[in-house]
């Protein structure tokens, strides 16, 4: 895969990605430039509780703190079934949004309900169209092609330390783990990406976002930080051997690790420092 493949499809955006347990009640910076991004003052923003079993609770707290934020208007919107997702009257709501927000929960509840529906091609759209797409812990880890869905933490990577699925495919070429230092998954991220070495694996840490912008630059906001596993230099792995070692070998990895002010450039592959919009090698 060609790295300007790393991008939003499409030539809207951007995207606004947290790994989960972010500030509500302080500064709230990284939920902030979410409303800055869908407009400010003039934002118009839609919160997806899908894959919240706690609908109601989840999304008022969203809707208070976005009007809190300067939001112009803010409606929770629930689909619970593929029934809902494929019925025109939902998917117009989208056509109104200036930001779409999916709340935190079950990511699987949200590629099963809204994947190939009439919602989700809403969503694809809205998308083209610039509307800015945030997600928070498992609202964050549906938006790649591929999902993962569960797996051990730990640092040592085994062959079977990860589950993944297909995602909604939002941004192409990534696997996105969230709460990645705070519960451990570096080894489980690692394993996705030796399974598919084809994809960039982009861990977020709780009070941490990556915005990605049209043009495929990654930027770094929060508290935390943020890992990204370029699978394209591994040279070996043992995820396809037979051999009943449990654990998984993995050279030639590229690991970078991106506090606030950091970023990553898609096209070219490599990371880039604050103040710097140029990509570069060593920090």
Known sequence: MAVNEFLPKGTGGPFLLIGGAEDKDGECLILREFVRLAGGERASIVVITTATRLPGEVGEAYRRVFLRLGAREVSPVHLDSRKKAGDLRHAAILQRATGIFF?????????RILGKTIFEHALEAATLGGVVIGGTSAGAAAMGEIMITGGRGGRSPGKNAVKMAPGLGLISGVVIDQHFAQRGRIGRLLAAVAHNPHVLGIGIDEDTAIVVSPDGRLTVLGSGTVTVVDGRTITHTSAYDVHPQPMLALTGATLH?????????FKAGKPYSPGSRMACGPL
């Open 103 to 111: 709340t935190g929960g079950d990511q699987l509840r949200i590629a």
């Open 257 to 265: 690790i991106l506090p606030q002010g950091y970023g990553y450039d």
